[in-house]
């Protein structure tokens, strides 16, 4: 799993690539990253399958901001990026959701 930040030098946005490891779901199908971003639309942001078997999605993000995400897999599973800058409970499960800044 990791996270790419890239900033961008004339609009305070970034673009940031979220990717998840074949390790971590490596019977997968399809898998979406899901947050605050899309307003956790669990549709909307389906990562693209890698020859790797990793998926991996981008998206425009405004600067000076935090993010709340995490990953479905196969529409079924929930899973946190590790690598993520932070953690915090999600008050509905009582599991911790991964944290972007950005």
């Known amino acids: 799993m990791s996270i790419k930040k890239q ?8 673009n940031v690539t979220f990717q998840l490891s074949a390790k971590v779901a490596p019977e997968a199908n399809k898998v979406a990253v ?7 639309d669990e ?3 389906e990562m693209k399958k ?4 990793a998926f991996k999605a981008t998206v425009k ?4 901001k935090e993010y709340q ?9 929930w899973e946190n990026d590790w690598e993520a800058d932070k953690y915090v ?3 509905l ?3 911790e959701n991964s944290v972007v800044t950005v």
């Open 7 to 14: 900033y961008l030098k004339t609009k305070p946005e970034a």
């Open 34 to 40: 899901v947050g605050e971003f899309n307003d956790w």
């Open 43 to 45: 549709s909307a942001i």
């Open 50 to 53: 890698l020859k790797s078997g």
């Open 61 to 64: 993000l405004e600067t000076g």
């Open 69 to 77: 995400f995490r990953y479905l897999i196969d529409g079924e599973t």
């Open 89 to 91: 409970s999600n008050n």
């Open 93 to 95: 499960t009582y599991e």
